[in-house]
């Protein structure tokens, strides 16, 4: 005669087996929509660099912005508590690579070059770079064209506008120099360091507000978006970050988070504009 295990031995086993389970990635179940398998039970582990204002900064002790609402929007739909891991970031996509998040919302450019990496989610904003000058300091730069040889430039290190300023002001004989926060390059901007800035135009316009005698000389549109990152092979966190960005956009609560942090910017029609 076999002797069976009461159920409630069973379940205790089986409770056991999992608390002993280490940090061994485990399923958990999104209500009424998807499996999402993520590093820690709860949570989504959401990689980001917090100097960007209007996207993702720290106002005291709280982490404020337009990728931080959209992040927590999504956890509320997936089950999700989200926690924010503060990076470098030209070294933010191999931290995601290597699995050391679970995603990224950093204000990131889709781009060939990143997705050998990452995977992307659908587009969640509309990209404009910026050329941002010190108009007291350097009157005579007053866009793209009026920049001379020898004049210096600043840009993010791994961003876009990086890449625009070298492909199209370096041949120029302009100088480049990274930062690798963003708000560095407008201080120095400010003390007349540098000529100029190229960065992300919402970016630029929230760090110019507090910096009397800043200005945007001219937009730079190079059609791009920004996307949510996750690491490849997992089809589905990108799936359920993809569904909860749509049903943000159906049901208005995108609109509300992008006039909150936009109010002078019109709501592009793919976002419910």
Known sequence: MIRRRPPWVIALSL?????????????????????????????????????YKPFEYRQGKSLKGFDVEIMHEIGKRLGLKIEWVNSEFDAIFDSLAAGQFDAVAAAATIKPERQQLVDFSDPYFNSRQSLSVNASKTPAATSINNLNAGDIIGVQIGSIGKDWAEANLRPKGIQITTFAEITKAFTDLEAGKITGIVNDEPSSEAEIRSRPGLKIAQPIDTGEHYGIAVGKNHEDILSAINASLKDMIDEGTYKKIFQKYFPAVPLPPEFGG
């Not at 940090?23 to 929509?33: H, I, N």
Request: include cysteine; hydrophobic fraction near 45%; glycine fraction near 10%.
């Open 15 to 51: 409770a056991l087996a999992l608390a002993t389970a280490g940090c061994a990635k485990r399923s958990f179940p999104v209500p009424g929509r998807l499996t999402v398998t993520t590093a820690r039970p709860g949570v989504l582990l959401v990689g980001s660099s917090f100097d």
